[in-house]
């Protein structure tokens, strides 16, 4: 992939979430719909709107969802708001980008916490994938990968490993 293509994922990512917030205040006097639909309508809107292909779309909800799931699964095991698993991250973290993961979580427990069990088979990342703010661990030699902003995953930059584990408290990162 080139590096503009990279770039354009990176957006997508960042303004899919932010569609995916921006449906979640508008039903918020409502029912709250599944996060899944709401995620299926922001591919669908970058889609039809010509941002992304179908399938760069679904790539991109596949991150958000997976990013989505280990929140999920941190917050069903520690029962904590997501601001707290962002808390040690927080001077990397552009703080609009948190206050955007904390409020799509924040309204979307209930449901995270349904899909924590399937998050927890899940919780690989692979190099080449887009990912939001936090540390992330190789997993053949341990080396952290601190992003400060959604960014492409690369290779480890120690032992150029391509899978990684999600770093979610100061212990997991230690």
Known sequence: MTDNNH?????????????????L????????????ELLNKAMETASELGELSREEAE??????????NEAGEFLSDNGRQLKEWL??????????????????????RIELDALADR????GIWHTGEVTG???LICQECGEKLHF???GRIPPCPKCHGTTFKKAFSNEDSE
């Open 59 to 68: 790539k991109v909800g596949d991150y958000l969802k997976r990013d989505l």
């Open 148 to 150: 400060k902003k959604t």
């Open 133 to 135: 703010i936090g540390i």
């Open 25 to 36: 205040k508008e039903v918020e006097e409502h029912a709250l719909p599944p996060v899944k």
């Open 7 to 23: 770039e354009k994922l990176i957006h997508a990512y960042n303004t899919m979430l932010g569609r995916v917030k921006d449906s």
């Open 119 to 122: 998050a927890r088979r899940v």
């Open 87 to 108: 808390k040690f991250d927080l001077e990397f973290a552009e703080a609009q980008l948190a206050e955007l993961f904390a409020s799509v979580a924040d309204r979307t």
